[in-house]
């Protein structure tokens, strides 16, 4: 088999996963995407597979929970981000089915680049962090790799060398704002970031309007951050196949994956509670939504998920 038909099979398995904006689904014609409309996620794929090396994916996310108690169980990973990381896993067994050589997948956690925008300190982080590496370690995720800004910057950051590193990867605000007007898929993105930041201001004291306002700002300082991050991600792993837990269009440079069922098109495992059904699966949902008669069970101690 040719790299070009290995590199379509190879995608074909990521297209049921797909992570799709609600205007893409609203705007659908019933058309169902292929493997060749995503032109470059499939080249940066086949050229890997040109090598005959390992692939390498890369996923930025899995900063921190949630600072809002009512849309997650605590401060640490639990069954959401378990199934996740077990569901990236998978993915990179069912790869290796396709291409011997396999592929292993870098779990790029961000939170580091965001925690001043977002509210949430460095420590808190650092626990996020270390316990995503005990859950695949306990679980033997061995086609996963972990990836923080401290492999980058070792050590204790301060705001001002934070800033730093922002100014020099990221865009400056003014450009960001004119790209944001431009630009469809970030104005999507910026808007998803503001109803999360307004969700997670939970000692806010103000108006509404007022907090509204101050998150419409914050907003461009966590996409910057973002798109900095990016560039970061990109200069340690220059060839690697790009991933984003964010819808993205065909034409992207990126490809959306959707980690597991879930209630909207932006949740994620840190920014809802997992409750697993019956038969085995998981879905994503806030907190306080968890249906009545859902049984809250614990893991080493800790909430990890609700039961139906």
Known sequence: MSAAETSVQILSLLLPFRRVSRAETEDSSGAVASAKDFVQTLASIESQVATGQPLTFVLPGFPCKSPNPAKVLGALP????????????????????????????????????FADAIGVDQDTIDAYFEQLQLIATAEQFQNLRFFSLRDRYPGQMDEQERQSIIDKFGPQLEQ?????????????????????????????????????????????????????????????????????????????????????????????????????????????????????????????????????
């Open 78 to 113: 639990d069954d959401g981000e378990r199934a996740s990381l077990r569901f990236l896993n998978q993915l990179c067994t069912k790869i290796s089915a396709l291409y011997s050589p396999g592929a292993v997948l870098v779990v790029c956690s961000d939170g580091h680049i």
């Open 176 to 308: 960001l704002r004119e790209q944001v007007r431009a630009d469809a898929t970030l104005t999507s993105l910026y808007r998803g970031i503001i109803r999360f930041l307004v969700e997670d201001s939970v000692d806010h004291t103000g108006t509404r309007s007022a907090l509204q306002r101050e998150c419409r700002n914050r907003a461009y300082h966590v996409l910057q951050r973002s798109i900095a991050w990016g560039e970061i991600v990109s200069e340690r792993f220059p060839t690697a196949i790009r991933l984003s837990i964010h819808p993205q269009p065909a034409k992207s440079t990126k490809f959306g994956l959707k980690l597991l069922e879930s209630t909207s098109t932006w949740t994620t495992p840190w920014h809802a509670a997992p409750v697993r059904k019956g038969d085995g699966s998981v879905h994503l949902i806030r907190r306080d939504t968890v249906p009545v008669g859902a049984r809250l069970l614990y893991r080493n101690g800790r909430p990890d998920h609700f039961a139906l």
